[in-house]
């Protein structure tokens, strides 16, 4: 079993439309957590850290659940910027591990 | 800050050849990170140092691949001798942790190293 797993999509979605994703972790011991965002062909960039009460910022809201082991992103009012694909990260404890999930591809239509 | 720089930005290179990959991390950053990314298996952690010192390469395929940190603006990475299947995108990223935790802040990417081998 991967450390980090992700739906790979891809997730169609119209302009304006509220999506969901889901990343599940295996490590319990998993300390701090992590959405980037990946354009086509470009490096990964940090999107939102994901806290243990959840936060937002903006139309992106994030959650965590530590009992299910599961981390969500909420894209609310999609743009069609928006697309790209999202990777969940997992940082381990002691040692400072980041791993990546595989990454969810989103495509916002007009 | 330039950020997180990487050289070359493509490699071409026939099989057998030796490669080496550059990067330079963010100045004051204490963290290094040496990523694979290909269509099929995303993108895995290689290697990754800590003030210099590798403190986990077991994500390196196999002893074909090594890498060093000579000081804290230089990493590299090499491959001898390189295969076809060593085509990816070879991702460097720097973090700095936090001071009273010594959690991970943000981790910055260099825009990569395309690596094509024949």
């Known amino acids: 079993r991967k450390e980090v797993e992700q739906d790979p999509g891809p997730f169609n979605v119209p302009e304006g439309a509220t999506v969901a994703f889901n990343c599940t972790y295996s490590?319990?011991?998993?300390?701090?957590f992590f959405w980037y965002r990946q354009d086509c062909r470009k490096e990964p960039k940090l999107l939102m850290s994901?806290?243990?009460s959840g936060n937002e910022d903006g139309r992106f809201t994030a959650q965590l659940n530590r009992a299910s082991q599961y981390i969500s992103l909420l894209i609310r009012d999609s743009k069609l910027s928006d697309s790209a694909t999202y990777l969940c990260?997992?940082?381990?404890?002691?040692?400072?591990?980041?791993?990546f999930g595989g990454g969810t591809r989103l495509m916002v239509k007009p | 800050d330039a950020g997180v720089i990487q050289s070359p930005r493509h490699e071409v290179t026939e099989m057998g050849q030796e490669v080496t990959l550059r990067c330079k991390p963010i100045?004051?950053?204490?963290?290094l990170f040496w990523y694979r990314q290909t269509m099929m298996r995303g993108l895995e952690l290689l290697i990754y140092?800590?003030?210099?010192?590798?403190?986990?390469d077991s994500g390196m395929p196999e002893d074909r691949f090594s890498a060093k940190m000579p000081n804290a603006s230089f990493s590299t990475l090499k491959i001898q001798p390189s295969e076809p299947r060593d085509s990816a995108v070879y991702f460097c990223?720097?973090?700095?942790?936090?001071?009273?935790?010594?959690?991970?802040?943000?981790?910055?990417f260099g825009q990569g190293t395309r690596l094509t081998v024949v």
């Open positions: 990260v997992v940082n381990r404890d002691a040692g400072n591990m980041l791993t």
């Open positions: 490590n319990s011991a998993s300390q701090s």
């Open positions: 990223a720097s973090s700095l942790a936090y001071h009273h935790t010594g959690e991970l802040t943000e981790a910055f």
């Open positions: 994901v806290y243990s």
């Open positions: 140092f800590n003030n210099n010192v590798p403190i986990d």
């Open positions: 100045s004051g950053h204490d963290y």
